[in-house]
């Protein structure tokens, strides 16, 4: 049972759900303003704060890539076990 609970294909349909929502669309929104602010504090901001802002540029990143990366991983494990 609990192997189905978290099977990629449930996964997958859970995400195509979450991915159409409006909470996903808002936090995508967000997520890509807070990117962007710290794009111009690169671009403009003070010498010395770059490697903390570039630190906050990657996490960001990282953030917004999770899913496509789980994602991946999930077929790649599904393809690996049959």
Known sequence: MRERMNSP???AEEWLV???SDFWKLYNTELD???SAR??????GAIETILYTQG???SLEMVK???DRILEELA???KEVK
Not at 39 to 44: F, I, V
Request: hydrophobic letters at 40%; proline letters at 4%; zero cysteines.
């Open 76 to 78: 790649r494990n599904s």
């Open 9 to 11: 294909a449930r996964i």
């Open 39 to 44: 794009m111009d504090k690169l671009r403009n």
């Open 56 to 58: 906050e540029v990657k």
């Open 33 to 35: 303003k807070a990117l």
């Open 65 to 67: 890539g999770l899913p």
């Open 18 to 20: 979450l991915a159409d």
